[in-house]
């Protein structure tokens, strides 16, 4: 549910903190945010990612191959990063992800600003980069065919309040047949609760 904590926990995940476990891991994560951080609208897309300080240890050649992996071909990495649209600053913060060589991809809301084809698109990047072991991936997202697309387990933020954090196996069809069931198990243990309860408050009387 929306407001839950996702992003919080996405957040904390990127930056190590509470457990701590990127850091004493040594796993290096990778954010996919809605906007791109440091954004100068004015610059070609390739000097863009050339002059992020996170980057400097690459090559032009590498930045550029990273970008035409994505879809930016040598004409398109030369567009004003201003001009972009959504779908298109999603692509290039993956770029820059895979340049930093994220262990784990954090994404938040990936498909938010994709048509159908884009979503298509990323789904199939994201598999093809799972299935080669690069790396692990952790997403938010409400786009249902997205999550069985890509996801082989679900982490369900409870909205409650509790701050607790549920764990099922498989994509999105999985969970919410087996949440069903959990939720079917849970209201007979309590009945049979209450009717206990029922039984010793009667022998007290």
């Not at 990127?22 to 994560?29: H, L, M, S, W, Y």
């Not at 990495?77 to 201003?82: A, E, M, N, S």
């Not at 299935?131 to 697309?149: E, M, N, P, Q």
């Not at 069903?180 to 007979?188: D, F, G, I, M």
Request: charged share 30%; with cysteine.
């Amino acid at each position: 549910a929306n407001g839950s904590g996702k992003s919080t926990l996405l957040q904390a995940m990127r930056d190590g903190k509470d457990a701590g476990y990127p850091e004493q891991a040594k796993v290096r994560t990778g954010m996919v945010e809605h906007t791109l951080q440091g954004e100068d609208g004015s610059k070609p897309i390739l000097d863009f990612v050339l002059g992020d300080p996170k980057l400097s240890h690459k090559s032009k050649e590498d930045v550029a191959e990273a970008l035409r992996s994505v879809g930016f071909d040598d004409e398109k990495q030369q567009t004003p990063v201003g001009s972009l649209s959504g779908g298109w600053k999603m692509k290039l913060e993956l770029a820059r992800a895979m340049l930093i060589g994220a262990d784990i991809l954090l994404l938040d809301e990936p498909t938010n600003h994709l048509d159908g084809e884009g979503i298509a698109w990323l789904a199939e990047h994201l598999r093809r980069r799972g299935s080669a072991k690069d790396g692990g991936l952790v997403v938010i997202t409400h786009d249902r065919w997205f999550l069985d697309a890509v996801c082989s387990r679900m982490w369900e933020v409870r909205g409650d309040g509790s701050g607790q954090v549920e764990g099922y196996e498989g994509g999105y069809a999985a969970y919410v047949l087996a949440r069903a069931e959990r939720q079917r198990t849970a209201a007979v243990a309590a009945e049979k609760r209450d009717n206990l309860l029922r039984k010793e408050l009667a022998w007290l009387r």
